[in-house]
């Protein structure tokens, strides 16, 4: 993790890798995909930057990105617990549906 603009600061965030990170609205948590797995990660941004210890959420066969390496195509509804993703067509073929709403 690195402070935007400009220099500063870099925080380790994971300790098993990530992709497609998203910050929720309130800034107080960071939301990121591990493999099939789906975590969250509490930060505190003042007075400095702190990161708690990573918890899973939920795991599931969902599509990795959309176009662009790196793009998140998943979205965290404004209270941390919904979440929209695209299903995988594994997924798909069992349930029978193009997109899921999760809570956590």
């Known amino acids: 993790m690195a402070e935007f ?3 500063g600061g ?3 965030i994971s300790n098993d890798g990530g992709r497609q990170p998203v910050w929720s609205r309130d800034g107080s948590e960071i939301f990121f995909r591990s ?3 789906m975590l969250a990660v509490p930060v ?3 007075p400095t930057f702190e990161a708690g210890g990573q ?10 990105v ?6 998140p195509n998943y979205d965290v509804a404004g209270d941390r617990q919904s979440f929209i993703m695209l ?3 594994e997924l798909q073929e069992s349930q029978a549906r ?3 709403l999760l809570r956590r």
């Open 5 to 7: 603009p400009g220099p």
């Open 10 to 12: 870099k925080w380790q």
């Open 35 to 37: 493999r099939r797995r």
């Open 44 to 46: 505190e941004t003042e």
């Open 55 to 64: 918890q899973e959420l939920f795991l599931g066969p969902y599509e990795g």
């Open 66 to 71: 959309l176009g662009q390496q790196g793009v």
């Open 87 to 89: 299903a995988s067509p």
């Open 98 to 100: 193009v997109g899921l």
